[in-house]
């Protein structure tokens, strides 16, 4: 006889909502914890005041919504991986320097497109 315990599966939508806890944690977790994602958040909520202030189209809105998202994501994901990085080898590494440096040039592009997105939405409302 085997010792394994037979469990039943969960159903799929109750799985879905604990990924949304699991999911929702880790977003409050970054905005408590993550100084970098406090940034970005508060960027994110000028611009969106800025959006409505400035009246900007539902094209111009799709595009922020999109940016301030994939920001937020590079972040988050940057963050993560330091986190992997550091608990793997707590001391320097050049290797873990690297990848640290690498997920930090990501988050670095997503800026700079954001930057010029903004300019692209913003600078002809002046």
């Given at each position: 006889t085997s010792k394994l315990k037979m469990t039943k599966?969960?159903?799929?939508?109750?799985?879905?909502?604990?990924?949304?806890?699991f999911a929702l944690?880790?977003?409050l977790l970054l905005l408590k914890n993550e100084a970098s994602i406090q940034v970005q958040a508060s960027i994110a909520v000028?611009?969106?005041?800025?959006?409505?202030?400035f009246e900007?189209?539902?094209?111009?809105w799709m595009v922020q919504l999109l940016v301030i998202a994939v920001v937020i994501s590079a972040e988050a994901l940057n963050s993560a991986i330091e986190e992997i990085a550091d608990f793997i080898h707590p001391e320097y590494h050049k290797k873990i320097g690297y990848t640290k440096d690498?997920?930090?040039?990501?988050v670095f592009f997503a800026g700079i497109a954001g930057i010029i997105?903004?300019?692209?939405i913003y600078i002809p409302k002046f």
């Open positions: 599966k969960e159903p799929f939508i109750i799985n879905r909502i604990k990924s949304l806890g944690k880790g977003a000028l611009v969106t005041f800025a959006g409505f202030y900007i189209s539902a094209i111009e690498i997920a930090a040039g990501a997105i903004a300019g692209i």
